[in-house]
DNA sequence: CGTAGGTTTGAGGTTGGTCAACAGGTGTGG
DNA sequence: CCACACCTGTTGACCAACCTCAAACCTACG
């Protein structure tokens, strides 16, 4: 159930067959959430952490006048909301993009990890500063990439993340958004989007039908992006 | 030395005297880095964490065309590069915007601390998943709101953060960045900003002179800002 | 066959960027 | 003491990027 959580955290570190159990062992109930629907929503007091096993999650807030920033999004094998096992109220909710299978894990069993496994502290620790590190990279994308830059950039990000947990194969694979939620991700109009994305199509660098992404020319899509996969810590290393 | 860290880390939870006594025992080398000067470097391998003890930071990143983008901007008592100790490699720089005070905490002794202190663990994860809380603030400030709104928001933000370390009196408060500076935490060009700030204090709503901050109407300001300062985690609960 | 959700396109207006110039303050060397 | 460079803040003019509104089109589905 949990593979793909341990292909994202062993991609970064060993772990040992012990740490390995005790997470199969303290992810519980797995269920699926309808596309549309929200997983963790905002003010909640979670007392559990939710491992998206399948399907696509938005982070997102909204503002007063309707605007929606999603300020993540989440493949299969990341906590949707591990953070708040400190932070113990939710600032924003979570929300399926896809259908999405998920199971849970206790914050009771997640301070007992803390309290009796480093290690495995640590990597858990680990892939909440991922998620912080991809946060900056999002923030300089916003920030001061051109619009066709940020939209490659975000591409060749979901490239590699999926490829982490085994989701594309041949350059290809299935990002279930529609253009308004990858405009939200971006922070810029639906109309806005869809013309910067023919621009990428008319470029030749993609392919971007029935939400199936094929990067057609990588080189030229990192050149576009200014791409450096190195915030995503891909390295192998003791932490 | 490092008073200002207490204050942050038990604003959030009670820390108990032997591991205030802990944590002073590992912060350790206090010196000055001059304005301008980069405190940590992207690309480099540290070999411990920087705390900040007096002075403002920025963490940033500078795209090929020479864009700038701050990705964050630091306050005493928070450790500036926490999230090196799992990361490893730092993915950006972090530049003293003022004369900084810092010291220093040894990933080896963080190690140590995760081994043998579970809560005094999760206090200093708990620190890194709030930068984390806050750079989703910043993404939905960019994307989505107006720059005078995002504008008044980084004012109430820092305006709250720096009341929790007690550098603020009587609403004012001391913020050693030029406008070049500022316009590069919100993703604007200097020029903008600089209108931006007129119209804010053409509104009456701030004083903003010689480097001191003055909030004039907090009400007004927060409004303008949609500032909702949950995210910034004051909440006293056992973590 | 009508409706709903998603994509695409065009027109016109606003926001915010770039370029350029100037003002005030500070430090430096002649 | 002045002349000068330099840094920061300020302002105006012009232009590009991006937004909003609106409509058309497509497909899936009841």
Chains 1, 2 share one sequence.
């Not at 949990?2 to 109930?29: F, G, N, Q, W, Y």
């Not at 896809?98 to 680990?126: F, K, Q, V, Y």
């Not at 991700?185 to 392919?207: F, M, P």
Request: hydrophobic share 45%; charged share 25%.
């Amino acid at each position: 159930m949990i593979d793909r959580l341990i292909l994202t955290l062993s991609t970064r570190d060993a772990l040992t067959t012990d740490e390995i159990a005790t997470l199969e062992s303290v992810v519980k109930r797995d269920r699926v959430v309808p596309s549309g629907e929200d997983i963790v929503i905002e003010g909640s007091r979670p007392t559990e952490s939710t491992l998206l096993l399948d399907g696509v999650a938005a982070r997102y807030r909204v503002l007063e006048d309707g605007k929606r920033q999603i300020t993540a999004l989440h493949v299969p094998g990341d906590f949707v909301d591990l953070h708040a096992f400190l932070l113990k109220t939710m600032d924003h909710s979570v929300v399926a993009l896809s259908p999405c299978r998920i199971a849970s894990a206790a914050h009771r069993d997640l301070c007992e990890i803390s309290a009796t496994n480093p290690h495995l502290t640590r990597m858990l620790w680990l892939s909440t500063v991922i998620d912080g590190a991809i946060h900056r990279e999002w923030i300089v994308a916003i920030g001061r990439r051109s619009k066709k830059s940020h939209l490659a950039h975000l591409i060749c990000e979901l490239y590699v993340r999926l490829t982490v947990v085994g989701m594309v194969s041949e350059m290809s694979f299935h990002l279930p958004m529609s253009q308004a939620e990858v405009a939200d991700a971006l922070g810029v109009s639906l109309v806005h989007l869809n013309k910067t994305l023919q621009i990428l199509r008319l470029d030749g660098v993609v392919r971007w039908v029935d939400r199936i992404v094929t990067i057609l020319n990588w080189e030229r899509l990192a050149e576009i992006a200014e791409f450096d996969g190195r915030y995503l810590n891909l390295s192998h290393e003791p932490r």
